[in-house]
Structure formats: C-alpha cells, structure tokens
C-alpha cells in the first residue's frame, strides 16, 4: 500500500443545510429574509470550510464540492415517490439560502476549487463517479459528509492501492476500509521494495511518507475516531432496510393490530438485514457487490429473505429489492450511462486541477473584497449581528478551536 495526497471530496447540499439550521432564528422572521441572516450564514460557511481545511492541509491536494441537481431517479421511477415525504420548509427563504450559496460556490471556484454539478445527478452521483475515477488512476480521496448513505463509497482499490475515506467533521468520524489503521501506523519503509528505496529515496517516496504521518497526526490531534467497515457488507443490509429519509421502504413491510385495534407498521431492521447476510455468507461464502448484478445470486438473497423474515411472497420481496438496488446503490450498473458519462467527462476536464490554499484557510481570506465582510447599514449603532454567533477568527489556532466546538 502507498499513501500520498488526498483529493478532498465535498457534499455540498450537506455542507450547506448543516449550516443552515444552526443559525440563530428571530421570532415571526423568515431564515434568510435579511441581508444581516444572509451574511450571517456566509460566514458560517466560510468560517467552517476555512477551519476544516487548515486542519487537513498537509494532506489534501485537490478540492472538489459536489452540488446537487434535479434526480434522474424521480423521473425513472415516478411511482416510487423519491425522496416524496420531504416537505418545503415555509420557516425558510430558499431563494436567499441559493443566493448566498451560489456566491459562496462562486467565491471557492475563483481559488481553484471545482463546483461540480450536473444536469439530472445528485451529488452522491458526483461523488461516486470522482471517487471511482481517482481511485482508478491511484490517488486517494476523502469524502466530507454526515450523510451515512455514502459509506457504501469507502474503498480499497487492490489494482491502483488506492482508497476513498468517509469523513463527518460534527462527530469528528473517520470511516475506513478493513486494515486502514495498519497501514497509517506501519513503517513506510515497508511500503517499498528495495528497487525503489535505490533508485527512487526522492521527492515521490519523501512525499508518500510525509502524507501518511500528517494524516496520521490529523487523526491524533483532532481525536478522530476512525472506524473499518466492510463496504459490502454495508450496502447489502441498507439496501434490505430501505431509507426512510429518501422515502424508500424495506424489501419487507407489513403491519399487526394490536388488541386495541390499532394499526402497527413494521419492517426489516439491522438486526433482519445482517441475519439475512450471515445466512448469504454461510450457504455461499463472502458477499460482494457484483454479486447484485448475477442473477442467481440475487435470487438466492430473495429466497433468504423470504425464509429469514416471510411475512411476504419472493415476488413481492424480488420486486422491491430491485428497486431499492437501482434507488439506493450508487455503481455503474445502476447510474444511467447518460449521467455517468456527462459525470466522467467533467471530472476528465477538472482532475488534478489545484486550489489556491493559501486563499481558502482563512474567512477573510475567501471574502476579501466583497461586501460581505463589510457591517450592513441600517442597524443600530454599535450593532454587530455576528456578536451572539462568537465566530470571530484570529490568527491563533485556539480561538478556532473554540470557534469549531460552538458549532
């Protein structure tokens, strides 16, 4: 295993709402419906990003913030209702929000950072296709989110030695594949064969091994708890539990009555999915994921189900399992061809395009020249409406400390 530089890859509609709903709220007022608000969360934003990232800076090469846009699975799969329970939250200005967060995406593009968005694909789509792209041609990556679906794009490419981590700045969590935590704590040197230590103890070599110990030190002094998951293993039960979150039921539902009379809802659970799972590996040995795409095999995961949990014919079980699959999986069998090559092409067009850094570690830095760090007019004098969100930066590293544990 070689370890160098990381692209980091970012979950832009997770970014932002995390920010969003943490902002102070006056009563009778609409989010976002003043200029003092507006500022209040671009600085939020800024403040953050330029937080996390001089924080990971040793490590990290490319930036990339995924946007998200209208779902191709919508229009695919109209009768499923994705993502239908979500309603539109009156309580907040959305053409504000998009307003700052288009100036915001605007302000980061300038330093080099790559906005990417595409027509018809959500940015778990985006996400995928740079992760698998980079992955392919041996570079690591980062994925900063909180949104657990996108675990299933933890990643150890035995081909190029290269990875994808998931990463949730609020719970300071790091989600690794198996044997990540021997491979940051191992001797470099163990990496190489003897050829390479002869011919080639320069800048690549020296490079690798700088990477690993600060993202070694990053894990330490930032007490990240890093957790090894079995990518496979993870996607297989959240695609039996569905994802209420995006409106996708379980493979299985049904319902009891109780002896009042009222009506209970139940369906598969972990403890369901990873019972399912143990039965798959112990007829069959190891799970992976082409596995979904054989039809025998699925045929056998639909016959388990039916025999772990019932309550439902195979048919019906077959039919919602395939459709979760499409729903849920993010893989190249699932993603429409259209999408994916609109994706690859524009990740062809951005990779290894490097950001100005130096530009992007400090809120004044990422707003110097705009009006939004300027004080807005009309309000009191001595008014700051920043003063209750305590986000003031200074060149120390502990007032930042304090800034990243208030929010």
């Given at each position: 295993?070689?370890?160098?530089k990381h692209?980091?890859?970012?979950?832009?509609?997770y970014?932002?709402?995390?920010r969003l709903?943490?902002l102070p709220?006056k009563?009778d007022e609409q989010?976002l419906s003043t200029?003092?608000?507006k500022a209040q969360?671009?600085r939020k934003?800024?403040i953050?990003?330029a937080?996390?990232?001089?924080k990971?800076?040793?490590?990290?090469d490319?930036?990339?913030?995924?946007?998200?846009a209208k779902s191709?699975?919508?229009?695919l799969?109209?009768?499923?209702?994705?993502?239908?329970?979500r309603?539109?939250?009156d309580?907040?200005?959305?053409?504000?929000?998009?307003?700052?967060?288009?100036?915001?995406?605007?302000?980061?593009a300038?330093?080099?950072?790559v906005?990417h968005?595409i027509?018809?694909?959500e940015?778990d789509?985006?996400?995928?296709?740079?992760?698998?792209?980079l992955?392919?041609?041996?570079?690591?990556?980062?994925v900063?989110?909180?949104?657990?679906d996108l675990i299933?794009?933890?990643?150890?490419?035995?081909?190029t030695?290269s990875y994808?981590?998931w990463?949730?700045?609020?719970?300071?969590?790091?989600?690794?594949?198996?044997?990540?935590n021997k491979?940051?704590?191992?001797d470099t040197s163990?990496?190489?064969?003897?050829?390479?230590l002869?011919?080639n103890?320069?800048a690549?070599?020296s490079?690798?091994?700088q990477s690993k110990k600060?993202?070694?030190?990053w894990?330490?002094?930032?007490?990240?708890?890093?957790?090894?998951?079995n990518?496979?293993?993870?996607?297989?039960?959240?695609i039996?539990?569905?994802?209420?979150s995006?409106?996708i039921?379980?493979?299985?539902?049904?319902?009891k009555?109780?002896?009042?009379?009222?009506?209970?809802?139940y369906?598969i659970t972990e403890k369901?999915?990873?019972?399912v799972l143990?039965?798959?590996k112990?007829?069959?040995?190891?799970f992976y994921?082409?596995?979904?795409?054989n039809?025998?095999s699925?045929?056998k995961?639909?016959?388990?189900?039916?025999r772990?949990?019932g309550?439902s014919?195979?048919e019906?079980?077959?039919?919602?399992?395939?459709?979760?699959?499409d729903?849920?999986?993010?893989?190249?069998?699932t993603?429409?061809?259209?999408?994916q090559?609109?994706?690859?092409?524009q990740?062809?067009?951005?990779?290894?395009?490097l950001?100005?850094?130096s530009?992007?570690?400090?809120m004044e830095?990422?707003l110097e020249g705009?009006?939004?760090?300027k004080?807005s007019?009309?309000?009191?004098s001595?008014y700051d409406p920043f003063?209750?969100?305590?986000i003031s930066?200074?060149?120390?590293e502990?007032?930042?400390?304090i800034?990243?544990e208030?929010?």
């Amino acid at each position: 295993m070689k370890l160098g530089k990381h692209t980091l890859l970012i979950d832009g509609n997770y970014f932002l709402h995390s920010r969003l709903f943490v902002l102070p709220r006056k009563k009778d007022e609409q989010l976002l419906s003043t200029q003092d608000s507006k500022a209040q969360l671009m600085r939020k934003l800024c403040i953050d990003f330029a937080s996390e990232l001089r924080k990971m800076n040793p490590f990290i090469d490319q930036i990339v913030v995924a946007v998200d846009a209208k779902s191709w699975r919508k229009d695919l799969f109209p009768d499923a209702q994705y993502k239908g329970t979500r309603t539109h939250d009156d309580s907040v200005n959305w053409n504000g929000v998009f307003e700052v967060y288009i100036e915001f995406q605007n302000l980061l593009a300038k330093q080099g950072v790559v906005i990417h968005q595409i027509s018809g694909a959500e940015a778990d789509d985006v996400l995928f296709g740079w992760s698998t792209q980079l992955n392919n041609e041996g570079r690591n990556c980062i994925v900063w989110t909180g949104d657990r679906d996108l675990i299933q794009l933890v990643n150890y490419n035995n081909a190029t030695e290269s990875y994808t981590l998931w990463y949730y700045n609020s719970k300071r969590k790091l989600i690794a594949f198996q044997g990540f935590n021997k491979l940051i704590n191992e001797d470099t040197s163990d990496d190489y064969s003897n050829d390479d230590l002869l011919f080639n103890m320069s800048a690549n070599l020296s490079t690798a091994g700088q990477s690993k110990k600060d993202l070694k030190s990053w894990v330490e002094k930032n007490k990240v708890e890093v957790e090894e998951v079995n990518c496979d293993d993870f996607i297989f039960t959240k695609i039996l539990q569905g994802d209420k979150s995006d409106n996708i039921p379980a493979v299985v539902t049904w319902t009891k009555t109780s002896k009042s009379g009222k009506v209970m809802n139940y369906s598969i659970t972990e403890k369901h999915a990873d019972k399912v799972l143990t039965q798959y590996k112990k007829e069959e040995g190891q799970f992976y994921i082409d596995h979904f795409f054989n039809r025998d095999s699925t045929e056998k995961i639909v016959d388990m189900i039916y025999r772990v949990v019932g309550t439902s014919t195979p048919e019906e079980i077959r039919i919602r399992f395939n459709q979760n699959l499409d729903l849920m999986l993010l893989h190249y069998n699932t993603i429409p061809d259209a999408i994916q090559k609109q994706i690859y092409k524009q990740v062809e067009s951005d990779l290894g395009k490097l950001p100005n850094t130096s530009k992007l570690v400090k809120m004044e830095y990422i707003l110097e020249g705009t009006e939004w760090m300027k004080q807005s007019t009309g309000t009191p004098s001595g008014y700051d409406p920043f003063a209750n969100l305590n986000i003031s930066e200074t060149k120390k590293e502990q007032d930042s400390k304090i800034t990243n544990e208030l929010f």
